[in-house]
């Protein structure tokens, strides 16, 4: 095999590999869904406006991004596995670099996140939102690809977290992380002081970003660099846990 060919086949084994863990892949594309349509698709929240929308279209969003963020760290945290394996130690005989590692473990937990904002996307579709088809469209896209901040995450928590079952782990954190950042229930509604703690968090820039087509409000600024500097330290922390594990004997 080529160092061309390398990470296109691993590529594809990671994508089969996620396929077959039905957990896994009920977690993080059934249960965004399932959350929409629990707390979003009232017939009160149809007919009531958010930005260009109702506001059945903004908890969509919402449900949108908190799949992405599901998928894509589950996608990253599978390392986990391999670590308990020794994968690891292995990729020390190969000529692959930390960083193209790295790189293949976030493109497999990007697609994962597409998967999921699709599917949330769809069940939405029918079952009241409305949104501009522009903004449709570019909630979608920015609420997948803000979701990288949350592959990196995936990947670090991966290397800190030696279980098969990680996600069991993160799936609550994931949760207090949403709340905290605003993504459930907009922090300037709970005060001030949560409001300015929710900056802070890795889920506010994605969730302000991904509905700004929608509601055209919020520090758009703030969030990009809120989803640059937490995409950066999480990707930093994963490749120098990922050389630790390699430099084991």
Same mark, same amino acid.
């Given at each position: 095999?080529?160092?061309?060919? !390398?990470?296109?086949?691993?590529? %594809?084994?990671?994508?089969?590999? !996620?396929?077959?863990?039905?957990?896994?892949?009920?977690?993080?594309?059934?249960?965004?869904?399932?959350? @929409? &349509? !629990?707390? %979003?698709?009232?017939?009160?929240?149809?007919?009531?406006?958010?930005?260009?929308?109702?506001?059945? %279209?903004?908890?969509?969003?919402?449900?949108?991004?908190?799949?992405?963020? &599901?998928?894509?760290?589950?996608? =990253?945290?599978?390392?986990?596995?391999?670590?308990?394996?020794?994968?690891?130690?292995? &990729?020390?005989?190969?000529?692959?670099?930390?960083?193209?590692?790295?790189?293949?473990?976030?493109?497999?937990?990007?697609?994962?996140?597409?998967?999921?904002?699709?599917?949330?996307?769809?069940?939405?579709?029918?079952?009241?939102?409305?949104?501009?088809? %522009?903004?449709?469209?570019?909630?979608?896209? &920015?609420?997948?690809?803000?979701?990288?901040?949350?592959?990196?995450?995936?990947? @670090?928590?991966?290397?800190?977290?030696?279980?098969?079952?990680?996600?069991?782990?993160?799936?609550?954190?994931?949760?207090?992380?949403?709340?905290?950042?605003?993504? @459930?229930?907009?922090?300037?509604?709970?005060?001030?002081?949560?409001?300015?703690?929710?900056? @802070?968090?890795?889920?506010?820039?994605?969730?302000?970003?991904?509905?700004?087509?929608?509601?055209?409000?919020?520090?758009?600024?703030?969030?990009?660099?809120?989803? !640059?500097?937490?995409?950066?330290?999480?990707?930093? =922390?994963?490749?120098?846990?990922?050389?630790?594990?390699?430099?084991?004997?």
């Amino acid at each position: 095999m080529t160092t061309q060919a !390398l990470p296109i086949g691993m590529i %594809g084994l990671e994508i089969r590999r !996620l396929a077959r863990n039905k957990r896994t892949l009920i977690f993080t594309l059934v249960m965004p869904a399932a959350f @929409f &349509l !629990l707390f %979003g698709s009232s017939a009160e929240y149809r007919t009531t406006r958010v930005g260009e929308g109702n506001l059945t %279209g903004y908890i969509l969003v919402s449900m949108a991004v908190y799949g992405a963020m &599901l998928a894509a760290t589950s996608g =990253g945290a599978m390392v986990s596995i391999e670590r308990a394996a020794g994968w690891s130690r292995q &990729l020390r005989l190969t000529p692959l670099t930390p960083a193209a590692y790295i790189a293949i473990k976030i493109i497999v937990a990007m697609i994962v996140g597409a998967i999921a904002v699709v599917a949330v996307n769809v069940v939405g579709a029918f079952s009241g939102a409305e949104l501009p088809i %522009g903004a449709w469209i570019g909630c979608a896209l &920015l609420a997948w690809v803000c979701s990288l901040v949350f592959a990196a995450f995936g990947l @670090f928590m991966g290397y800190l977290l030696p279980s098969e079952n990680v996600m069991q782990i993160l799936g609550p954190a994931l949760a207090v992380l949403s709340f905290a950042g605003g993504l @459930f229930v907009p922090a300037d509604q709970l005060g001030s002081t949560f409001a300015t703690i929710s900056k @802070f968090t890795p889920v506010y820039g994605v969730g302000e970003l991904a509905r700004y087509p929608l509601t055209h409000a919020g520090d758009v600024w703030l969030a990009v660099l809120n989803v !640059l500097a937490w995409t950066a330290l999480f990707a930093a =922390g994963a490749m120098w846990r990922f050389r630790r594990d390699t430099a084991r004997v």
